[in-house]
């Protein structure tokens, strides 16, 4: 077997393979054999078709079969000889070759890059410096009692954060459009639910009050029949509410799950809960950055089979995502869309292969349990989830956590090869980056 190799643009090869004419009789001259036992002619028994006669009727038919056989076999042979890594399956041209000369074919393919471990010593990561305060304690139970808001009924005029109960019909040049009605509709003033004019119209109105309300609808406005028009919407206010915050008590300590010890324990598990995000937060932080620098470090060619695979899982992905965040109508999601995020992915894994290899890299099974537990005791009973990721079945799910731990270690890596400056933060500007900026 005669194996020769081009390099084309990129990552592209043509691995041109001969196979010796021999090898080709022998192959064909097996399949004739396997033919003829079970061949069926006029006028010869099943199975005792001379050969002669096989040879003439099913020579072509018995050649075209072994060539996607010889295919198979040698171009793994072939493969093995270069020491070549394909990154996908190839593309088969036969060579147009007399019988005389055997047979032979074309496979064009990709191959995987190689990837050499860069420097990456000069190169700077921030780690955010901060912690949970009173304050911050303070602010998350008032979310957490925002969030359990209930509305008590009051006899005065509607003010910002009220609740009203509200009737109205939307006209457009005196005639009434489509959606622009309902009844006895709830509408927190203040909330940005309705267009500009129609919330802070209602300030100072009473329950039993009709208004009416010259408005116009914004020109970006998703109906196109209503962008830019002018509207009259008549209102009846039926009834005007005020939040009611759930007291800080020991009951309010129940419905969030601390059956004892009433708020001060709450204060406690809240406290726990902020600081066990805010080190998740620094530490996915942390990771993003290394991963980038990597990324970065590595401009490496990625075969396109393997971008268009990644592509099209993220693809699925997404859609499935949708599908589940309630979208009932399928979105366009053109391929290429992904092929940028699907790249990035694939470099990364190839990158912290190669830094796992290079620098032997051993997995940390204390940090693989460690991880188990910490996500374990979001259950009722963790003892039984961690059971159930070290049970043999399981071995999938528990694989997915070593991974896990396993680019933690390279995060570690990486870390301990570049420069750390810390950057002291708010709990609120680290957990909610646009809030804080606001609130400074």
């Known amino acids: 077997m005669q194996v020769s190799v081009e390099s084309s643009e990129g990552l592209e090869r043509r691995m041109k393979v001969e196979l010796p004419v021999d090898r080709v009789n022998a192959a064909v001259e097996k399949r004739l054999k396997e033919i003829a036992r079970t061949v069926r002619l006029d006028g010869f028994r099943p199975g005792k078709v001379p ?6 009727r099913f020579a072509g038919q018995a050649r075209h079969e072994v060539f996607g056989d010889l295919v198979q076999s040698t171009y793994y042979e072939a493969l093995v000889q270069e020491n070549l890594h394909p990154a996908g399956d190839p593309s088969i041209e036969p060579l147009d070759l007399p019988e005389e000369q055997g047979m032979g074919y074309t496979a064009v393919f990709e191959v995987m890059p190689e990837v050499q471990v860069q420097s990456i010593e000069g190169k700077e990561i921030t780690r955010s410096v901060a912690e949970v305060t009173d304050a911050d304690v303070d602010a998350m139970i008032e979310k957490l009692r925002t969030q359990r808001t209930t509305w008590g009924e009051v006899e005065r005029e509607a003010a910002d954060g009220d609740q009203l109960t509200i009737s109205f019909k939307g006209f457009v040049d005196g005639e009434a459009f489509d959606g622009g009605s309902a009844d006895e509709v709830p509408l927190e003033l203040g909330s940005g639910r309705m267009i500009e004019g129609f919330e802070s119209g209602l ?10 309300l010259e408005l116009k609808f914004p020109d970006e406005y998703p109906a196109e029949k209503l962008a830019g028009k002018d509207a009259t919407f008549e209102i009846e206010v039926n009834q005007v509410c005020e939040a009611v915050l759930p007291e800080l008590d020991e009951e309010f300590a129940k419905v969030l799950g601390v059956a004892e010890g009433g708020v001060e324990a709450l204060r406690k598990e809240i406290r726990s809960n902020m600081e066990h995000e805010l080190e998740e937060k620094i530490q996915g932080q942390m990771k993003d950055q290394a991963m980038q620098i990597l990324l970065e470090a590595h401009p490496i060619d990625i075969p396109k089979a393997m971008i268009e695979q990644e592509a099209k899982a993220l693809q699925q992905q997404t859609r499935q995502n949708m599908v589940q965040s309630g979208y009932t109508t399928q979105a366009d999601l053109p391929l290429h869309l992904f092929e940028g995020q699907a790249k990035n992915r694939i470099t990364l894994g190839l990158v912290i292969g190669e830094v796992i290899k290079q620098n032997d890299l051993q997995l940390d099974e204390e940090r693989v349990r460690a991880k188990v537990e910490q996500f ?6 963790p003892q039984e989830v961690i059971d159930y990721y070290y049970d043999d079945k399981n071995q999938q799910q528990l694989a997915s956590v070593a991974n896990v731990v396993m680019e933690d270690q390279v995060v570690d890596w990486v870390i301990g090869q570049v420069r750390v400056e810390e950057k002291q933060v708010s709990f609120a500007e680290l957990m909610e980056p646009q809030q804080g900026a606001e609130a400074s």
């Open 376 to 381: 374990a005791q979001s259950y009722e009973q």
């Open 203 to 212: 300030v100072g109105a009473r329950a039993g009050e009709s208004r009416t």
């Open 51 to 56: 050969l002669s006669v096989v040879r003439k």
